[in-house]
Nanobody, 121 residues
Framework: QVQLVESGGGLVQAGGSLRLSCAAS??????YGWFRQAPGKEREFVAT????????YYADSVKGRFTISRDNAKNTVYLQMNSLKPEDTAVYYC????????????????WGQGTQVTVSS
């Protein structure tokens, strides 16, 4: 069992930045992903990083604006979000898993409680 705790969400103006953190209760060798869900929409993939090796994947909508990284010593993954847009408004979830498709929600076994990100225009 892995527990994940997200933090760093909040309210920011368009063009601003936020950094989300996801602290895991222990070492988990797999993918650490960020997903988001806006009201009335399905949960969608944002970014993921493989703990071993650091391979990353990004959704097209955030490429060039968001950066995912990890701190091995702290078992923590970060999502640096720059040039935020109102359409980035959502609850952001951290998840870990070992599924074969690192961008699919079904590949992740453990989820955090989510943190709200609101971008005002």
């Amino acid at each position: 069992q892995v527990q994940l705790v997200e933090s760093g969400g909040g309210l920011v103006q368009a063009g601003g930045s936020l950094r989300l953190s996801c602290a895991a209760s222990g070492l988990y060798l797999g993918y650490y992903g960020w997903f988001r869900q806006a009201p009335g929409k399905e949960r969608e993939f944002v970014a993921t990083i493989r703990w071993s090796g650091g391979t990353t994947y990004y959704a097209d909508s955030v490429k060039g604006r968001f950066t995912i990284s990890r701190d091995n010593a702290k078992n923590t993954v970060y999502l640096q979000m720059n040039s935020l847009k109102p359409e980035d408004t959502a609850v952001y979830y951290c998840a870990v898993g070992r599924g074969s498709g690192p961008t699919a929600t079904t590949s992740y076994n453990y989820w955090g409680q989510g943190t709200q990100v609101t971008v005002s225009s």
